[in-house]
């Protein structure tokens, strides 16, 4: 056994990540938040997000929900419906509009937007015309200051009108949901997209100026080969993205009614999806790729590693990022907005959502409080998974000190002084081992993902 300067476990072979399936057993949250959504309760509301709003200034990231798709993929969790009644649309583009400018009188002038995101569903599930005009919205109810501007795309319907679109915003980051490019297993998945696609759209996305393009790809899928996902990640460094997210499929069809389409019986058990998240960390960062928290990977010009190699990479709703500001605030129906001391989650249902802001009143009706135990829990949590350490107060280790000992003692995780680390070999346990020290977690975690 080979221990680094810290005492944790030596990885001596990128390829043999040690597997523990005791360790891996209990599903668990992504956090993306801490509390994370499950926590979620209706005594926080309206008045809540208006106070927090009040108390807003510095920097500011908007994050913009368009919750349709021209077709729903059947392995998706997204709150999303299908963009094929243009009224449905119309009224609720409507309805948007008229809570960017609520949202925007009502935060202070003090307040600085440098980073907007446009997630989904699929935005280009609306005309690009509608985006343009979305856009145009935020930048008069909004202080922008030269923000950076993400999106969210399906390749299948990338036009040339969105391409202009995308141009004439100036947006620099865009993801586009690939997921595999094996035509059978698309055909597993509901999510049929030829090659050509993706090859379109890359172009067309680099000639409007993006210089930041992320693959979502996936393992775990039905009928998934180890040499399928080997095929499909070559595939994506081929075609150049600075950066690929590798995401485990959750199929939790008791909770998403969409997944019950997909062959359970086809897909591949624990010790598979095990050597898939293995076998992709060491294609990609042989590759040229550095990885980034537990399933992001970016080429070292991408800000994502930049920001990696500089202990400044956070996380958020959205995943991993570089987006340091404090105050994250979603805009859209079932849109997440976070604020130190308050998570708080707009009306789900479409319907009310409309009705809602059709009264001018905020659409926020569920969250949580985050009391000063969450922000310290909240700290650590995210700390480990982004830093792969955290500086653990005394107070929060005798709490996590049983759940820890599984992991201190194969060596995944170590000690030095108050600071916790994760050897570089147990980078598959770093949600459990972040989950050590989340208070709210229940015996029956079904709701949650599988850890790897």
């Not at 510095?58 to 077709?71: A, K, M, N, Q, R």
């Not at 003090?110 to 907007?116: E, I, M, P, S």
Request: hydrophobic content about 40%; aromatic content about 8%.
């Amino acid at each position: 056994m080979l221990l680094n300067e810290t005492g944790c476990l030596a990885q001596q072979d990128r390829t043999m990540w040690p597997y523990h399936p005791d360790l891996l057993a209990t599903p668990v949250p992504r956090y993306t938040s801490y509390p994370t959504a499950a926590e979620f309760g209706n005594d926080v509301g309206e008045q809540d997000f208006a106070s927090a709003l009040s108390r807003t200034d510095g920097d500011v990231s908007l994050y913009v929900h368009i919750p349709f798709c021209e077709t729903i993929c059947w392995y998706c969790g997204c709150n999303t419906g299908r963009a094929n009644r243009r009224q449905r649309l119309a009224s609720y583009l409507e309805a948007l509009h008229s809570e960017i400018a609520l949202v925007g009188r009502m935060l202070p002038k003090t307040a600085t937007v440098r980073r907007l995101s446009f997630g989904g569903g699929s935005p280009n599930a609306i005309t690009a015309t509608d985006f343009v005009r979305l856009f145009l919205s935020l930048t008069d109810s909004f202080r922008l200051e030269k923000p950076v501007v993400s999106i969210e795309l399906d390749p299948r319907t990338l036009t040339s009108a969105w391409a202009q679109a995308i141009a004439g915003t100036r947006i620099s980051n865009a993801s586009l949901g690939v997921q595999t490019f094996d035509p059978r297993l698309q055909e597993a998945i509901g999510r049929v997209q030829p090659l050509q696609d993706i090859e379109r759209c890359t172009s067309m996305l680099r000639e409007a100026g993006v210089t930041s393009l992320n693959y979502d790809l996936m393992y775990g899928l039905p009928g998934q080969s180890e040499k399928d996902l080997a095929d499909s990640l070559a595939k994506a460094v081929e075609l150049g993205a600075d950066r690929i997210a590798l995401f485990g499929y959750a199929h939790v069809p008791h909770l998403i009614a969409r997944q019950r389409r997909i062959d359970a019986d086809a897909l591949p058990d624990q010790a598979v999806r095990f050597r898939m998240a293995s076998q992709g960390h060491e294609l990609l960062t042989r590759s040229g790729y550095e990885a980034v928290g537990f399933d992001h990977f970016a080429l070292p010009h991408d800000s994502l590693a930049q920001a990696t190699r500089e202990s400044r990479l956070s996380r958020n709703f959205q995943g991993f990022t570089d987006d340091d500001a404090p105050v994250v605030l979603g805009l859209g129906a079932s849109a997440i907005s976070s604020f130190p001391d308050l998570l708080i989650q707009n009306e789900k249902n479409a319907g009310r959502y409309r009705m809602m802001l059709s009264q001018q009143r905020l659409t926020g009706n569920r969250g949580i409080r985050r009391n000063a135990d969450d922000r310290l829990r909240s700290g650590v949590i995210e700390q480990l998974l982004c830093q792969g350490k955290a500086s653990v107060p005394a107070d929060l280790l005798l709490p996590a000190h049983d759940r820890l000992a599984p992991f201190l003692d194969r060596g995944l995780v170590c000690w030095e002084g108050d600071t916790l680390s994760i050897a570089p070999s147990a980078l598959p346990y770093a949600r459990t081992i972040a989950a050590t020290f989340d208070a709210y977690r229940q015996p029956d975690s079904r709701r949650f993902s599988s850890a790897v």
